[in-house]
């Protein structure tokens, strides 16, 4: 089984810095990337940038639409842990005018008028709702956070993403994915990733998938209802749903940009 990657399209590695002893280079690597909405659809959004304490009104505003009656505006259902909470992108200017308030700032606000206060976390995803008849597109600008990752699979269901701006293949292979596999079918890990409606595949190790879809040579993965791994392919920027079926269980995986 072979991963695709495919690193951001825009990266920029930051000036080093020369002294009259040395040459001393910034390990930061800033980049960027977009996040394509349909007309009147949903897009299950991640943040995969570090910017401003990754502050959901700096992060996930640049391209969004702002109506000062409240009708068109761009809406963002965050993901909390558990259920989503809805706000709607203003304009600074478009919010004093539906919100009745003065001063206000551009961001994402809740129906009472008051300015969302969350982080957009990586390895985390949010349906982004665009209302336009056009297409958008949500930019996102930030640092690419490089080295070891470590994150918590929880028991149940739960958003993600890939942490780094790659787009891959859904398989183990990216970070190694501590999945639960069953060799009958029935407590597998399942994956749902979105793009106008939910494909679904289950978490397999080598040995469980050629007892199930009485193959040879199977390796750990994500496979399809038929038997097919790596089925999918998940874009920079795109968030998902896991399903885990046990204890909760540490995902680590390590990325550098070459």
Known sequence: MRTKTTILSAVALAAGLLSASAQVYSANVVGYYNVAVAAHGYQLIANQLTNSANDINVVAGQGCISDPAGANNTVLFFWGGSGFSSYQYFKGADADTYFLNSGSTDGWYDPTGTKAVAALKQNSGHFLFNPASTPLTNTFVGQVVQGPFTRTVKTGFDTYSVVPPVGTNVDSTLGGFPGTSDSNGANNDVIYIYNGGYSTYQYFTGADADTYF??????????????????AQLKVGQGFFIHHFTAPVTWNSTFTVQ
């Open 214 to 231: 009485l193959n040879s040579g199977s390796v750990n993965g994500w496979y399809d209802p038929t038997g097919v791994s790596n089925p």
